[in-house]
Nanobody, 115 residues
Framework: QVQLVESGGGLVQAGGSLRLSCAAS????????MGWYRQAPGKLRELVAT???????RYADSVKGRFTISRDNAKNTVYLQMNSLKPEDTAVYYC?????????WGQGTQVTVSS
């Protein structure tokens, strides 16, 4: 079994910054892709950013230039640095990792951006 523990969410004013972290533990052989998704009330869960083991990144157009994803393979941890936050970034953010072909999800952390 794999456990994902997220941290770093909270309440911030528009224009502010937050850094999310997600640490994976358990029966980990090798983590392939790590990523962050988010789900706002009444909306579908959407991709925010992903990063491969080799460091290739992918971002949603809505966060390009404002968010940065990174990972520490030695610590099995993925980070999401969020700058210039907007009210529309308000959502529950979920960490996701892929091991072999299996996806694992974190419990989610709330990010609220006030205007």
């Amino acid at each position: 079994q794999v456990q994902l523990v997220e941290s770093g969410g909270g309440l911030v004013q528009a224009g502010g910054s937050l850094r999310l972290s997600c640490a994976a533990s358990g029966n980990i052989f090798s983590i392939n892709t790590m990523g962050w998704y988010r789900q706002a009330p009444g909306k579908l869960r959407e991709l925010v950013a992903t990063i491969t083991r080799g460091g290739n990144t992918r971002y949603a157009d809505s966060v390009k230039g404002r968010f940065t994803i990174s990972r520490d393979n030695a610590k099995n941890t993925v980070y999401l640095q969020m700058n210039s936050l907007k009210p529309e970034d308000t959502a529950v953010y979920y960490c996701q990792v892929t091991i072999m072909t299996t996806e694992f999800w974190g419990q989610g952390t709330q990010v609220t951006v006030s205007s």
